[in-house]
């Protein structure tokens, strides 16, 4: 079951209902039945993982107390590097060892055939179990005693097959009271779920079903096509996952649980830095504090070349975390030597600034060139292999990137409607930077302007909605 | 070591590191100062064990939240 699927058409409004009206008494009521819930959504998606799931919940539950209470340090980290271990283990397994053991015909191959042996969700709810773990190891938070808010944090099925990567501080305080139903902050989350319906149902859908063809064929085609597959590949890719993102915040406001904002118009920033603090936020954030920190504060006395070393790493580990893949890999490293030309020629002051503000042409310079960077960069990541990559960056850079496009007239119109709709997600996006989502529009008093708004993106998602690709990217991560 | 000497020099070490002049109060935290982020944050505490010869540990450096807990936690060092 997925967000877009028919089924949760059904399951959504079932459980809002059961949740408000039946199990409201009080948190460990609600509690039950969102684990309930929660397990039943895994189920429906990935019944033969689900004991995974459950293990994890219990392991780490029960070795988090152990972290907490052991009494010295010794043992303290014992608990910590087998958690670590045994949290691994399954990611590594099924993510890294199975499919470099059955990529070739045989047993295996025959058997795990068709990626299906990957857990959904493995690579979140694991990264959020290291997070809970050395937190409690660090005495940044304690361990939850109870088994039931720590359920709800491990398999809340909004963020259970792709994030956000929520930390335990700020989601268990809002599970262990009772929820009291909140009118504006549930019309917040469904708007938040209009906009990440359409941004994926009507962009990244046709975007997929235009890049996809290109990406698999792309020797046919000339430069300026696969120039504006790149564009469509990249849009396919932000609002897929930004529609997941703002889907999942959406739903899980439903049931009065905030979850953190996972991308904040990644495309005005200035440089890689401020991308990244953009771009899948919960991500960032994770690397940031388990590996960049612990890394670069172990690399100090190196200076810059301890920060480079640092971020190189980190950046390797991001491209790993999306799967065993050279494209992945390549992906992150050049993302990680972006970082290099800021740290060793840039200006102290500009070099760790916070990105600008405001509308000047050398900012638009600035964003332009990022844009482009990241846009060439995510060719290797939208590849299944590097000489398909670099096959497709080489058309690119020929001349016949100066050709007439060789889109079908359908498809010409349909690339021509997409570019459209990206205008007018990166305007709404522009004039909503500064505010927690994209559709909070208070600032428009009359009340008819902002429901043509919500009206007119439903008709869009009716009219110009696909339902191919309807699969979230990042559930497969 | 007095606290404000230990403050004067703290904010010429972070002034070199941001170069800009930080408008001390004990209450700030990183968010506040510009230029300060995961960044430039090694460099600046890097600086600050050499200015005052001393050492932290990682686990120190995760409970600062704000300047102040940081004068504190070099206090705590230089005595």
Redesign the interface.
């Known amino acids: 079951m997925t967000f877009t699927s028919l089924e949760f058409i059904g399951f959504l409004p079932l459980c809002f209902l059961l949740y408000w009206y039946v199990f409201k008494k009080n948190a460990g009521m609600q509690n039950v039945f969102l684990v309930v819930a929660s397990l039943v959504f895994y189920a429906w998606s990935s019944l033969f993982f689900l004991a995974l799931l459950i293990f994890s919940a219990i392991f780490n539950f029960y070795l988090g107390i152990g972290i907490f209470s052991a009494r010295n340090q010794n043992r303290k980290r014992l608990f910590l590097w087998l958690g670590v271990l045994i949290n691994l283990l399954p990611l590594l397994c099924f993510k890294y060892f199975i499919p470099f053991f059955t990529s070739g015909p045989g047993f295996f191959g025959d058997v795990f055939a068709g990626g299906l042996m990957l857990p959904l969700g493995i690579s979140f709810y694991t990264f959020q179990m290291l997070g809970y773990i050395i937190d409690i190891y660090?005495?940044?938070i304690e361990a939850e005693k109870n088994i039931l808010p720590f359920a709800v944090y491990v398999c809340f099925f909004p963020k259970i097959i792709a994030g956000p990567i929520e930390p335990a501080q700020d989601f268990l305080p809002q599970v262990k009271v009772k929820r009291v139903f909140n009118y504006d902050l549930a019309v917040e989350g469904l708007r938040q779920i209009i906009w990440g319906l359409f941004v994926k149902i009507v962009i990244a859908n046709n975007c997929a079903s235009l890049a996809g063809p290109l990406f698999s064929n792309y020797m046919k085609f000339n430069g300026s096509t696969l120039f504006l597959g790149a564009f469509l590949y990249l849009f396919q890719v932000y609002c897929d996952f930004s529609g997941y993102s703002n889907i999942a915040v959406g739903v899980s406001k439903l049931f009065g649980i905030r979850l953190m904002r996972n991308f904040s118009a990644p495309f005005f920033s200035t440089n890689i830095?401020e991308y990244w603090r953009k771009w899948h936020i919960s991500l960032t954030l994770w690397m940031?504090k388990y590996i960049?920190?612990?890394l670069?504060?172990l690399l100090?006395?190196y200076?810059?070349a301890?920060?480079i070393i640092?971020?190189l790493v980190t950046f390797l580990l991001v491209g790993l975390w999306h799967g065993a893949n050279w494209t992945f890999i390549v992906f992150g490293a050049l993302h990680g030597l972006y970082?290099i030309p800021l740290?060793i020629f840039g200006?102290?002051?500009s070099?760790?600034?916070?990105g600008e503000s405001g509308f000047s042409f050398n900012r638009i310079l600035k964003m332009i060139a990022l844009f482009l960077i990241v846009m060439l960069t995510c060719i290797f990541f939208g590849s299944d292999t590097l000489s398909h990559s670099l096959g497709y960056l080489e058309k690119i850079f020929s001349p016949s990137i100066f050709s007439p496009l060789q889109f079908s007239k359908p498809d010409k119109v349909k690339a021509f409607i997409m570019v459209g709709f990206i205008c007018c997600l990166l305007i709404v996006e522009w004039l909503q930077q500064n505010r927690k989502y994209e559709l909070q529009l208070d600032a428009i008093k009359n009340p008819y302007l902002r429901r043509s708004i919500y009206y007119a993106l439903v008709l869009a998602i009716l009219f110009f909605g696909s339902v191919n690709h309807i699969e979230f990217i990042y559930a497969h991560f | 070591m007095e606290k404000n000497e230990i403050i004067e020099r703290a904010k010429k070490v972070i002034a070199g590191?941001?170069?800009?002049e930080v408008k001390w109060e004990d209450s700030l935290t990183a968010a506040d100062i510009?230029?300060?982020?995961?960044?430039?944050?090694?460099?600046i505490?890097?600086e600050v064990?050499e200015e005052f010869g001393i050492k932290f540990k990682?686990?120190e450096?995760?409970?600062l939240d704000r300047l102040g807990s940081l004068i504190d936690l070099i206090q705590s060092k230089v005595l």
Do not use: C, Q
Request: aromatic share 10%; hydrophobic share 35%.
């Open positions: 660090n005495e940044e830095s940031v960049f920190t612990p670069s504060f100090r006395k200076k810059k301890g920060l640092s971020i970082f740290l200006k102290r002051r070099l760790f600034t916070k | 590191v941001l170069k800009h510009d230029g300060w982020d995961s960044l430039s944050h090694m460099i505490i890097s064990e990682l686990k450096l995760n409970k």
